[in-house]
């Protein structure tokens, strides 16, 4: 960039007269390159000023004979035209497509504008002489939001803050400078933050002067009249603005969209659009302000339109707006349990909460409805007391269907399961989607008592029931789940195969993905984990939370934070580790959620101990050690499996060994097989701590045989050098050689392989196939792989069909454990 010298002309509406225009863009030029265009400035001030393409040759050879001698011999020349989309003369697009048809070869043409110019651009992209930058292009990203905002504007924002604002002006620079300019000397910036929005008065100004007001009567009418949707299409717009017809408003968004004001296309078609956020904003704040009286009908037309083209979900939301409680209570009824599949518990809550309270307790059909978004969302107490409202008989089946889910998260398995098999006794046969509801939480409550062939059953019950249904939210759901109780057996190869069907799936539907898909994400990245691949472990927990997130199934979002504190634990970043957990710590403030409240007071305590606060650690464990007495459910054993890590780690093996003991019956019996592993490691290690070496090699020897098949890496690795140390010493005895080399290779250590690697390839994998087969088993597509290395999607699934042959595999999971069971990755 330092090469080039740039002229820049910066137009106004006074710059139409093609004289004046050519005088500027000489004079812009001449600021870089003195003698070009000398020979006609004189001339175009005359009152019978030379043709146009007349000065334009001879500024076209000034530049091209400067490109061959004088001072900046060879060095390029940039040409800017700011503010081009001022220009509305004829002749001088004319100009500039001659200058464009013309170009030297040193002279480079760049045209900031607005709107889409009426030059011949179709002709210089085929030519590949065109580079276009759109507002997408120029929207600041996460990163470069928190760059301008800290560094240049100094203000320290909160990584939260900053995805906030990010969001809120969707990257766009002026707004985000104008949000900066507005919080500079305020203490509470967050407040702020939360409440930035196109009313602001900076944004306010800027929106009105340099947009709203400059456009025709026709143009404002539609603006504000349409400016209550969240996305618009011509049938839409039309039925808003009671036209009988469709050209007007097709022609406005055409023109919207060409103009670039503020209007983003939602699909590929262009058939459906969205205002930019801020836009909106202002768009309502002015409705409000000159025609509130259009307000209610505009919602009501909307609503109408909606509901006629089966779109319930808008529906209801506009007759809300519209201030229609009947009618919208009737849509919200018809279209709740979907919405609830999909995610939308807390826009569902949000509606409901609209209505008054004695409003919603005369429709039992309501009262359910928000008891179950409050039970997804984490709110258990509340809804339980809002079920105590619900009294009709019609509604019992679905009041026992929320009551079993809220036992279920409670960690009660035997309550979950009673209260479930009672409403699906109460509930008709033919209400598929809330029987197959039903029985995914019912195989949710089957795995959490250490029923997986029952959990299984139900499960592949629920994805049955909701393909008939034609639910695919609730098929994604089930599916996802049963990928989780696999992996809880130790089926880790069968887990991750279940969760990419859950993306398969997802990837076949229009539109966003589902937030259970989030579900799905965090299966692969708990296998990912366990298989030692961190990155690919980080990468999927992200995703999956912020699919989840969406949603806010707590329970999930939970299981994602712990998961990307242990992520963090074993890469050391132990500040990471300790804003994931107290993420999940804010999310569950009560004991509505004993199983992960366990997995993470376990968490907390193996932080503590990487932080050197062992009495932190000591005092978790003391604290929540149970008696004799107390019953192993699935929560006390994650709990109780923390605190005898603890005590095995300070020293006090002989303390854990009976807690281990018990730990251990309980896991086998109720077929736990993943914490069967898990606690026959702690055991090992605690009979190594005794000097038992028999004992501890039997223990570990045992856990060996359960993880060789599935490739467990990370349940070892985790355990440190105690662990190593009896692995070297259980290969020197024969246990269990060509696994146990590999867990020390895991440790870093050489260790001489018991059994051929590379050799035993029908063909040596290429480089190219080694980096797409590195891609595959970090869990990315076909076409991610294909953006990730610049290549055709063909070209992947060739590579792929030819790493299949040379491993001798059928399936990508197979080839990621073929690949790690021969040390190529």
């Known amino acids: 960039a330092n090469q080039q010298r740039v002229a820049w002309l910066s137009l106004d509406e006074g710059d139409n007269d093609p004289a004046r225009f050519l005088a500027y863009l000489?004079?812009?030029?001449?600021?870089?390159?003195?003698?070009?265009?000398?020979?006609?400035?004189?001339?175009?001030?005359?009152?019978?000023?030379?043709?146009?393409?007349?000065v334009l040759v001879a500024v076209i050879n000034d530049i091209a004979a400067a490109a061959q001698g004088g001072d900046h011999k060879g060095r390029p020349y940039v040409l800017v035209l700011d503010d081009y989309h001022l220009v509305t003369a004829r002749p001088i697009h004319d100009a500039v497509a001659f200058l464009l048809d013309h170009l030297p070869s040193n002279l480079h043409l760049v045209i900031v504008t607005r709107a889409d110019p009426p030059l011949p651009l179709a002709r210089l992209r085929a030519r590949d002489q065109l580079t276009e930058l759109c507002a997408t292009d120029l929207r600041f990203s996460s990163s470069e939001a928190a760059e301008f905002l800290n560094q240049v504007m100094g203000l320290g924002l909160t990584g939260e803050d900053v995805a906030t604002l990010e969001t809120r002006t969707e990257g766009w620079i002026a707004g985000l400078q104008m949000a900066a300019l507005s919080m500079r000397g305020r203490k509470d910036v967050t407040a702020f933050i939360r409440t930035f929005s196109g009313s602001h008065r900076f944004i306010l100004d800027y929106l009105a002067e340099e947009v709203l007001d400059r456009q025709p009567s026709d143009i404002q009418e539609?603006?504000?009249?349409?400016?209550?949707?969240?996305?618009?299409?011509?049938?839409?717009?039309?039925?808003?603005?009671?036209?009988?017809?469709?050209?007007?408003?097709?022609?406005?968004?055409?023109?919207?969209?060409?103009?670039?004001?503020?209007?983003?296309?939602?699909?590929?078609?262009?058939?459906?659009?969205?205002?930019?956020?801020?836009?909106?904003?202002?768009?309502?704040?002015?409705l409000q302000r000159e025609k509130p009286e259009l307000v209610p009908e505009m919602h009501r037309r909307?609503?109408?339109?909606?509901?006629?083209?089966?779109?319930?979900?808008?529906?209801?939301?506009?007759?809300?707006?519209?201030?229609?409680?009947?009618?919208?209570?009737?849509?919200?009824?018809?279209?709740?349990?979907?919405?609830?599949?999909?995610?939308?518990?807390?826009t569902l809550l949000g509606w409901i909460d609209a209505f008054p309270d004695s409003f919603v307790r005369s429709r039992p059909r309501l009262g359910v409805i928000r008891a179950w978004c409050l039970a997804v969302t984490g709110q258990i107490d509340r809804a339980e007391s809002c079920l105590s409202n619900v009294d009709v008989q019609q509604m019992q089946g679905k009041a026992a269907a929320v009551r079993a889910y809220a036992a279920s998260v409670r960690g009660n398995a035997r309550h979950g399961i009673a209260f479930a098999q009672q409403a699906l006794e109460q509930l008709p046969e033919d209400n598929l989607l809330l029987r197959g509801f039903l029985t995914l939480n019912l195989g949710i409550a089957y795995s959490s008592?250490?029923?997986?062939?029952?959990?299984?059953?139900?499960?592949?019950?629920?994805?049955?029931?909701?393909?008939?249904?034609?639910?695919?939210?609730?098929?994604?759901?089930?599916?996802?789940?049963?990928?989780?109780?696999?992996?809880?057996?130790?089926?880790?190869?069968?887990?991750?195969?279940?969760?990419?069907?859950?993306?398969?799936?997802?990837?076949?539907?229009?539109?966003?993905?589902?937030?259970?898909?989030?579900?799905?994400?965090?299966?692969?990245?708990?296998?990912?984990?366990?298989?030692?691949?961190?990155?690919?472990?980080?990468?999927?927990?992200?995703?999956?939370?912020?699919?989840?997130?969406?949603?806010?199934?707590?329970?999930?979002?939970?299981?994602?934070?712990?998961?990307?504190?242990?992520?963090?634990?074993?890469?050391?970043?132990?500040?990471?580790?300790?804003?994931?957990?107290?993420?999940?710590?804010?999310?569950?403030?009560?004991?509505?959620?004993?199983?992960?409240?366990?997995?993470?007071?376990?968490?907390?305590?193996?932080?503590?101990l990487a932080q050197g606060d062992a009495a932190a650690a000591a005092r978790w464990a003391q604290t929540h050690r149970w008696t004799d007495e107390a019953e192993i459910d699935r929560a006390c054993e994650a709990e109780q499996m923390a605190v005898a890590w603890v005590l095995v780690a300070q020293d006090r093996a002989g303390e854990a060994m009976h807690l281990l003991a018990r730990l251990l019956e309980a896991a086998q019996t109720a077929g736990r097989i993943e914490n069967t592993i898990k606690i026959l490691t702690l055991q090992a290690l605690a009979f190594q701590a005794q000097h038992n070496l028999d004992g501890a090699l039997s223990s570990l020897e045992q856990a060996l045989l359960f993880a060789e098949p599935e490739g467990y890496v990370r349940t070892f690795l985790d355990e440190g050098e105690p662990m190593a140390r009896l692995l070297r010493c259980a290969l020197s005895r024969g246990v269990a050689p060509n696994y146990v080399a590999r867990l020390l290779a895991a440790f870093?250590?050489?260790?001489?392989?018991?059994?051929?690697?590379?050799?035993?390839?029908?063909?040596?994998?290429?480089?190219?196939?080694?980096?797409?087969?590195?891609?595959?088993?970090?869990g990315l597509s076909n076409p991610e792989i294909a953006q990730e290395l610049f290549i055709a999607v063909s070209t992947v699934k060739s590579?792929?069909?030819?790493?299949?042959?040379?491993?001798?595999?059928?399936?990508?999971?197979?080839?990621?454990?073929?690949?790690?069971?021969?040390?190529?990755?």
């Not at 009249?225 to 408003?249: G, N, Q, Y």
């Open 26 to 54: 000489v004079a812009a030029l001449q600021t870089v390159e003195p003698g070009v265009g000398a020979g006609v400035r004189a001339a175009l001030q005359s009152p019978q000023p030379p043709p146009v393409e007349a």
């Open 222 to 286: 539609f603006l504000l009249k349409t400016c209550i949707l969240e996305r618009m299409t011509t049938p839409l717009c039309d039925a808003v603005l009671s036209l009988s017809t469709s050209a007007d408003s097709q022609r406005i968004l055409e023109y919207l969209e060409h103009d670039n004001l503020f209007v983003v296309p939602l699909d590929d078609e262009r058939r459906w659009y969205r205002y930019h956020r801020l836009f909106a904003d202002l768009l309502r704040q002015r």
């Open 302 to 346: 909307a609503g109408e339109w909606y509901e006629q083209n089966g779109l319930i979900a808008e529906a209801g939301r506009h007759a809300l707006a519209a201030g229609d409680f009947e009618r919208a209570a009737r849509l919200i009824e018809r279209a709740g349990w979907e919405m609830l599949m999909r995610g939308a518990c807390l």
């Open 449 to 608: 008592s250490g029923e997986p062939e029952a959990a299984s059953r139900a499960l592949n019950q629920a994805i049955e029931l909701s393909r008939v249904a034609d639910q695919i939210d609730l098929t994604l759901a089930a599916t996802a789940t049963l990928g989780h109780v696999q992996d809880n057996q130790a089926m880790l190869r069968q887990a991750v195969e279940t969760h990419r069907r859950v993306l398969d799936l997802a990837r076949d539907l229009d539109g966003q993905p589902a937030p259970v898909v989030g579900m799905a994400y965090l299966g692969i990245a708990e296998v990912l984990y366990e298989w030692n691949d961190l990155d690919g472990a980080l990468c999927h927990v992200t995703k999956g939370l912020k699919l989840l997130e969406l949603g806010h199934f707590v329970t999930y979002l939970l299981f994602g934070h712990s998961l990307r504190a242990r992520v963090c634990l074993a890469r050391r970043v132990l500040d990471g580790a300790q804003t994931a957990i107290q993420q999940a710590e804010r999310l569950a403030q009560d004991d509505d959620f004993a199983y992960m409240m366990a997995v993470l007071g376990g968490l907390r305590a193996r932080l503590s």
């Open 748 to 778: 870093g250590e050489e260790v001489e392989p018991a059994s051929p690697a590379v050799e035993s390839l029908i063909e040596p994998l290429s480089e190219r196939e080694i980096q797409v087969l590195r891609l595959v088993t970090a």
């Open 799 to 825: 590579h792929i069909n030819h790493i299949y042959g040379k491993l001798d595999v059928r399936s990508r999971t197979q080839a990621a454990a073929r690949a790690r069971e021969l040390n190529l990755l």
